[in-house]
T-cell receptor
Framework: KQEVTQIPAALSVPEGENLVLNCSFT??????LQWFRQDPGKGLTSLLLIQSSQREQTSGRLNASLDKSSGRSTLYIAASQPGDSATYLCAAGGVNNNDMRFGAGTRLTVKP | NAGVTQTPKFQVLKTGQSMTLQCAQD?????MSWYRQDPGMGLRLIHY???????DQGEVPNGYNVSRSTTEDFPLRLLSAAPSQTSVYFCASSYWAGSNEKLFFGSGTQLSVL
């Protein structure tokens, strides 16, 4: 059974800092790895999806990498802003969406 | 665009009561699903549907029922609520079930069972 872990559970950084969020998974036979953002009282919004054949994906100040062999993915956020404050969740995907397994998330606070 | 709409946003139940959480999407998505989110845990899949008339169990289906009579609606029923069902519930949909299809989430229902 796929287990997804995100450490740390919470992170606080000053504005402008570059930061890395970590995600690890136990079964390397994944189809993709997704990163989501969750704001308080809201649902999840998909940020980046990395296919199993890819090493990384970029969107603006966000860069996600995937290393299947080591069971790890990272989300790099450049020049953090207070508006980046949210919970970031990763999910390891199987063949179908019902195979997706989520981590518990990292709650990020960016202080002005 | 409404996207995925969940009602109610908050609900308090007494043990043993029943209720239905509503989920509707206006994107003509074939795949719909229900998750629960508990503190310190990732989202866990309760039930899912790959089209009208077709449903299946997810990781934690006990205590919940679903049906899918239309493409748009996918209600989640709690027949006899228990304190262990206190959680935040999310409905999500995608165009079809393949894992590369983007999932769209509703804003959630916070349920407390006393």
């Amino acid at each position: 059974k796929q287990e997804v872990t995100q450490i740390p559970a919470a992170l606080s950084v000053p504005e402008g800092e570059n930061l890395v969020l970590n995600c690890s998974f136990t079964d390397s036979a994944i189809y993709n790895l997704q990163w989501f953002r969750q704001d308080p009282g809201k649902g999840l919004t998909s940020l980046l999806l990395i296919q199993s054949s890819q090493r990384e994906q970029t969107s603006g100040r966000l860069n996600a990498s995937l290393d299947k062999s080591s069971g790890r993915s990272t989300l790099y956020i450049a020049a953090s802003q207070p508006g980046d404050s949210a919970t970031y969740l990763c999910a390891a995907g199987g063949v179908n969406n019902n195979d997706m397994r989520f981590g518990a998330g990292t709650r990020l606070t960016v202080k002005p | 665009n409404a996207g995925v709409t969940q009602t109610p946003k908050f609900q308090v139940l007494k043990t043993g009561q029943s209720m239905t959480l509503q989920c509707a999407q206006d994107m003509n998505h074939e795949y719909m699903s229900w998750y629960r989110q508990d503190p310190g845990m990732g989202l866990r899949l309760i039930h899912y549907s790959v089209g009208a008339g077709i449903t299946d169990q997810g990781e934690v289906p006990n205590g919940y029922n679903v049906s899918r009579s239309t493409t748009e609606d996918f209600p989640l029923r709690l027949l006899s609520a228990a304190p262990s069902q206190t959680s935040v519930y999310f409905c999500a949909s995608s165009y079809w079930a393949g894992s590369n299809e983007k999932l769209f989430f509703g804003s959630g229902t916070q349920l407390s069972v006393l």
